[in-house]
């Protein structure tokens, strides 16, 4: 068994989002004809937290693109959390590109390649040589390129041409047709392939590269037909625009400069948005790795209840659904009354999300809004009635049992006169009459959770 339960099998460039449960095949669809019906450059931002599953997403679109929306584009994918040790993101986008479409014609990347080394500050084009002289056969041409550079070097005319500000700008525009020539057809039946470049993990970057990166796309790749998606957390992004121009300078209209338009991966699942995408991801899991089936439905309950008020990311699902898989036998079997369940996975969540709120719930010290805020769980979703005694439509029962558990426990078996107590207390003791339920979430925790430890 895979510890990671969202492990599988990923072919680059060919598997798809035809089998997504997570209802994101339309958002790819979506995408697919935005880039093949605009012209105009486009910067898309897919923006979401860490962990909420955008990485899993772009890497299928690049083979869903064409796999299963029929799209003509070549999609090239480039990982930027890796690449970021790169002095120059230009360098590195050049490589993955020519790596990417090593048949389109020798001509054209010769001039893409030859034109970046042009670009290129002198000592980083000799970094450029060494580099792809030794990583790839791909890029013989640009290592090829980048000795008659350093041969250059020796001589004045390279360090005068960059002194030239018309120089340099010549040198962009014949970058940006080199680049644009990518799109073309060579056989000229006027069929144009715009070439989609993703860039992943890109707030997970230096600061100074990420936003050099954002530069090298306004600057250099603003052509017809080439477009690119941004895989990142705007937020973070915005963080690092203020690391590199201060506090007081306007992110998010800064960042405004770069990108088109952003959107979201979809939270909820279903044609009436009536499953949270979460909670499919943990059944889904829970059912791959072997989680027993009634704890795995206690399971996938309280990710739905928590994440009203605390956020609970795909990343996170998967951690929670691998730690229930690795439980030992008695804290899952169906012979465990429905109370020390409840808590046992509440512990088990906050572990991976929350670990404060985790160690003060142990404590068992909290009641009523506190215990509510800590559980995540709406102070108006717990009561059937409203004062006047009308229904309440915003009563969750998954929401109630969770809360009414946990109030037994932090109230150390102590009626608080109200119906449900009995039914409650009988969740803990078939009799009802627990001895200390104060100590349950210590107990729990000793038996069950303390040998794991959640990075």
């Not at 048949?103 to 001039?111: I, P, S, Y």
């Not at 996938?300 to 730690?323: A, P, T």
Request: aromatic content about 8%; hydrophobic content about 40%; overall charge negative.
């Amino acid at each position: 068994m895979r510890f990671s339960a969202a492990g599988d099998d990923l072919n680059l460039y060919k598997t798809g989002l035809q089998n997504d449960l997570l209802g994101r095949a339309e958002l790819g669809r979506t995408l697919s004809r935005i880039i093949e019906s605009v012209e105009d450059s486009l910067v898309i931002a897919l923006d979401g937290r860490w962990g909420t599953g955008k990485s899993h997403f772009l890497k299928r679109w690049v083979g869903a693109h064409s796999h299963e929306n029929g799209g003509r584009a070549e999609t090239v994918y480039f990982d930027a959390f890796e690449n970021d040790y790169v002095s120059d993101p230009l360098v590195a986008l050049v490589s993955v590109v020519s790596t990417r479409i090593p048949d389109v014609g020798n001509q054209k990347l010769e001039k893409v390649k030859q034109f970046a080394i042009r670009l290129l500050k002198p000592a980083t084009r000799i970094g450029l040589a060494l580099m792809t002289a030794g990583a790839t056969s791909a890029l013989n041409e640009v290592a090829d390129a980048g000795a008659e550079a350093i041969r250059d070097e020796t001589k004045d005319a390279i360090d005068a041409f960059w002194k030239k500000e018309a120089g340099r700008q010549t040198a962009m525009e014949e970058f940006r047709r080199a680049i644009h020539d990518l799109t073309l057809p060579d056989d000229g039946d006027g069929t144009v392939r715009p070439l989609v470049i993703v860039i992943d993990e890109l707030d997970r970057c230096r600061p100074d590269f990420a936003l050099d990166v954002l530069e090298v796309i306004k600057h250099f790749f603003s052509v017809p037909h080439v477009h690119f998606i941004l895989g990142v957390n705007l937020d973070a992004l915005a963080s690092s625009v203020r690391v590199r121009y201060g506090g007081d300078i306007d992110a998010t209209a800064y960042l405004q400069k770069f990108i088109s338009f952003s959107v979201s991966l979809p939270e909820y699942v279903g044609d009436l948005q009536e499953r949270k995408a979460i909670t499919t991801h943990a059944q889904h899991l829970g059912n791959k790795v072997k989680v027993p089936e009634s704890f795995l439905d206690e399971v996938v309950k309280q990710i739905d209840v928590i994440s009203s008020g605390h956020n609970i990311s795909m990343r996170d699902v998967e951690k929670v659904v691998s730690l229930a898989a690795l439980l030992p036998e008695e804290a899952t079997s169906d012979n465990i009354l429905l109370g020390w369940r409840v808590a046992t996975i509440t512990l088990l969540i906050m572990k991976v999300i929350r670990p404060d709120l985790e160690r003060i719930l142990r404590e068992a010290s909290l009641e009523g809004s506190e215990l509510l805020e800590a559980l995540g769980i709406p102070s108006d979703s717990v009561s059937e009635t409203l004062e006047d005694g009308r229904r309440n439509s915003k009563f969750n029962r998954k929401g109630f049992v969770v809360y009414s558990c946990w109030k037994y426990i932090c109230r150390d078996g102590v009626s608080d006169g109200s119906d449900s107590w009995v039914s409650i207390a009988r969740c803990f003791n078939e009799f009802g009459d627990m001895h200390n339920p104060r100590k349950i979430p210590t107990t729990i925790e000793y038996d069950w959770l303390s040998k794991y430890r959640v990075s």
